[in-house]
């Protein structure tokens, strides 16, 4: 009994802490000459808070209750409370699958393979990378190989010689590097890019190691790497830290 009134009362705080920091951004928001629509806004619990046996308060605003959600879809990229990425590779999945389908039509028509390699690499691999630097360094080895078949179902349609080779041995073959070192690639650019000074991000990471410092060691890095307890709530700039620099 105890344990929960301590539960409750924190949930308390928390909650009067998150409605102090939706009055901050309505004011905010009317001082830059923006309307927050709160019929159209939901609330998610992210991490262990989710997890908790007694729910967190609802959010109450003068429009009324904010619902609160465990799955969400924000500029293309579907969410979970668990910050889990099985719901946004399943979307992807089902969104690139009824592209093979234009991609065997191209085929019967008589489209040189060369063109429809240009199809798969212009039209669906974009799909199965957008926004690839949010959630790749979630993914689970199971999530990640879903999306390399999905690639090698590609490939076995624009070469059928490539129907019986490996998953690697194919991609080789056709001169496609696997859907991982792309993400791999594409995230490297996007964290070099983040580095320069006037990037709109910069401030998102850590003070750069001093330089005299830096000159006395064998093997340095410019960022200080941060230590985290679990690799599943880590950041983009975290991973990136470890790997990128």
């Known amino acids: 009994m ?3 009134d301590n539960l409750t009362s924190q949930n308390k705080k928390h909650k009067t802490y998150v409605l102090q920091n939706v009055e901050n ?6 001082a830059n000459k923006m309307i927050i629509n709160l019929n159209k806004s939901k609330e998610m619990v992210l991490g262990c808070l989710a997890k908790q046996p007694i729910g967190l308060p609802c959010l109450m605003t003068q429009s009324g209750v904010i619902e609160c959600v465990t799955t969400f879809k924000l500029l293309g990229i579907s969410l979970l409370s668990d910050l889990s990425w099985e719901a946004h590779i399943n979307a992807i999945c089902t ?3 009824p592209q093979l389908y234009y991609l065997k039509q191209l085929r019967r028509a008589g489209l040189p393979s060369g063109d429809l390699l240009y199809f798969y690499l212009m ?21 990640s190989q879903k999306l390399e078949s999905l690639q090698k179902s590609t490939l076995r349609i624009i070469h059928r010689i490539v129907y019986d080779m490996l998953r690697d041995s194919a991609g080789e073959y056709v001169g496609v590097q696997s859907l991982s ?5 594409l995230g490297r650019r996007f964290f070099h890019s983040v580095t320069v000074s006037n990037s709109c991000l910069h ?3 850590p003070q750069r190691r001093d330089s005299e410092i830096l000159s006395r060691l064998r093997w340095h890095t410019v960022y ?3 230590r985290t307890k679990t690799n599943k709530y880590r950041s983009f700039i975290h ?5 990128y620099q």
């Open 203 to 205: 401030d998102l990471l």
């Open 239 to 243: 991973y990136a830290l470890a790997k």
């Open 181 to 185: 070192a792309r993400r791999s690639e």
């Open 224 to 226: 200080p790497i941060p």
């Open 95 to 97: 969104k690139a699958a």
């Open 25 to 30: 951004l309505r004011t905010w928001s009317q």
């Open 2 to 4: 105890q344990a929960q």
């Open 123 to 143: 039209v669906i691999r974009p799909v199965l990378a957008y926004g690839c630097v949010v959630w790749h360094h979630g993914l689970t080895v199971a999530q």
